[in-house]
């Protein structure tokens, strides 16, 4: 199985801040690479498809990069509603997986 | 709207079983995949399972194979999950969620449902 390895396994950050969160593949996987984000009791919502491609409707504050095993999340301007945890997730082989995730909490 | 509502969580004993349902509207169900992913209380998402858009293919993770097994009704529009031989550390939240794919792009997991608990415990 395809390793994801995301870093900070967690981070404080600001309203108004510039974050990025870092994704490994254990292997190359191309651009198989999906973010998502989840709140609390709440279900994954999908903000990059592809490594870079926006999903409909997500903001553009969100922004997506990286191929082969190196991959970047990056959140322009944090807003209150960002403060949730974050995974990555590949779709290069079966089974698909995900990285262990990466909690932003409000400093 | 597309929406996904899973049911047919709840407690039960180690050994026993479980079917977990996801009832599909909004969208066109016989043309996607469907997956189950799961979330141990605390922990990170995990690949259960996948079927094709016909039912035909299936794919499972290591971890359930030969207890679970995925299915679905294309004319109720409803995706299935039956769970035999429950362990404890099947206990997790589990989503159902919609495949959506791209050549050269991969595929992706979009919406999801709100999930089911599923509670092994004696």
């Known amino acids: 199985d395809i390793q994801m390895t995301q870093s900070p396994s967690s981070l404080s950050a600001s309203v108004g801040d510039r974050v990025t969160i870092t994704c490994r593949a254990s292997q190359s996987i191309s651009n198989y690479l999906n973010w998502y984000q989840q709140k609390p009791g709440k279900a994954p919502k999908l903000l990059i498809y592809a490594a870079s491609s926006l999903q409909s409707g997500v903001p553009s504050r969100f922004s997506g990069s990286g191929s082969g095993t190196d991959f970047t999340l990056t959140i322009s301007s944090l807003q209150p509603e960002d403060f949730a945890t974050y995974y990555c997730?590949?779709?290069?082989?079966?089974?698909?997986?995900f990285g262990q995730g990466t909690r932003l909490e409000i400093k | 709207e597309v929406q996904l509502v899973e049911s047919g969580g709840g407690l039960v004993q180690p050994g026993g079983s479980l079917r977990l349902s996801c009832a599909a509207s909004g969208f066109t169900f016989s043309s996607y995949w469907m997956q189950w992913v799961r979330q141990a209380p605390g922990k990170g998402l995990v690949w259960v399972s996948r079927v094709s858009s016909d039912g035909r293919s299936t794919s499972y993770a290591d971890s359930v194979k030969g207890r679970f097994t995925i299915s679905r009704d294309n004319a109720k529009n409803t995706l299935f999950l039956q769970m035999n031989s429950l362990r404890a550390e099947d206990t997790a939240v589990y989503y159902c969620?919609?495949?959506?794919?791209?050549?050269?792009?991969?595929?992706?997991?979009?919406?999801w449902g709100q999930g089911t608990l599923v509670t092994v415990s004696s």
């Open positions: 997730q590949q779709t290069y082989s079966t089974p698909p997986t």
């Open positions: 969620a919609r495949g959506r794919s791209m050549p050269n792009l991969g595929n992706w997991f979009d919406p």
